[in-house]
């Protein structure tokens, strides 16, 4: 099994709501990721996740919150967001952090009202 | 920090027409990864090149990593409709950062 799975698929929230997204691999992999993706734009790193301690916050604001509850899922609990939050949240896993292949998810399209 | 220029941007080929996209990084890299990302889709994983100088071959596709590991070139023979996407290269280091170019949108006309 070489999935990695998120939900929901869309997400329509208001600024004042707190909503979380979900992610999960059963590849053994022991690094996860998550990105935000801008249309036409490249995925731009969030957070890096390694054996479950996460490991690279990239100046992400405090709005987002990560959580690997263990090593096969990954939330990302979301409140008080900005309208140019909206993108494609994607999750990704890979063996470990150590330059391996990133295998992503789907996406969860989140539109900020 | 760490630049990964990619160009072109956009690519409008006829079928059967060669494509190629270029990488270049600011930093010496630990890896280059490329990825494919299909209109509605997500980021896919085609290869991963480590060593100085690196060629590897998928079908009609050609990948190359430079010898001072700064650059990175795709090349895809005779495209196909089925080519049609974005195409990322994304330079990794040791510590699992993957920075991602700005990506090549290859538009394919039958």
């Known amino acids: 099994d070489t999935e990695v799975t998120q939900t929901p698929k869309h997400l329509v929230m208001g600024m004042t709501n707190k909503k979380s997204l979900k992610c999960e691999q059963h590849m053994g992999h022991r690094a996860m990721y998550w990105y935000k993706q801008k249309a036409k734009k490249p995925p731009e790193l969030m957070f890096v996740?390694?054996?479950?301690?996460?490991?690279i916050n990239e100046s992400v604001p405090s709005r987002f919150s990560p959580e690997c509850p263990n090593s096969s899922l990954l939330n990302l609990h979301l409140h008080a967001l900005q309208p140019e939050d909206s993108a494609l949240y994607l999750c990704?896993?890979?063996?470990?952090?150590?330059?391996?292949?990133?295998?992503f998810g789907p996406g969860t399209r989140l539109t900020v009202t | 920090g760490q630049q990964v220029m990619q160009i072109p941007q956009y690519q409008h080929v006829q079928e059967g027409e060669d494509f190629t996209t270029y990488c270049n990084s600011s930093t010496t890299l630990s890896n280059i990864q490329w990825y494919k990302q299909r209109p509605g889709g997500h980021p896919v994983f085609l290869i991963q090149l480590v060593k100085s100088g690196e060629v590897k071959k998928q079908k009609r596709l050609t990948f190359q990593f430079g010898e001072a590991k700064k650059n990175s070139s795709l090349h895809i023979t005779a495209t196909q409709t089925t080519d049609v996407g974005t195409y990322f290269c994304?330079?990794?280091?040791?510590?699992?950062?993957?920075?991602f170019g700005q990506g090549t949108i290859l538009t394919v006309h039958p």
């Open positions: 990704a896993s890979s063996q470990d952090r150590r330059a391996y292949e990133q295998y």
């Open positions: 996740y390694s054996y479950e301690k996460l490991s």
């Open positions: 994304a330079g990794g280091t040791s510590y699992g950062k993957l920075t």
